[in-house]
């Protein structure tokens, strides 16, 4: 279960990590000026929460 825990949390870090990048070049490259990788705070606690909570759900199995 551990290790069915951290391939799933491995895989999707990568895939952010490759995406949101390429949605922003994605973006740039259509003219939409608005998606950047400059997020407001609300957005950065939200992801702050997720990772705690992940981390915590992570940590018990």
Request: glycine letters at 8%.
């Amino acid at each position: 279960m551990h290790l069915a825990i951290g391939v799933a949390v491995g895989s999707s870090m990568q895939i952010t990590l490759f995406i949101i990048p390429l949605l922003v070049i994605i973006g740039w490259g259509m003219g939409i000026d608005e998606m950047s990788l400059s997020f407001d705070m609300f957005q950065v606690a939200v992801l702050f929460v997720a990772v705690l909570l992940v981390d915590l759900i992570a940590e018990r199995h």
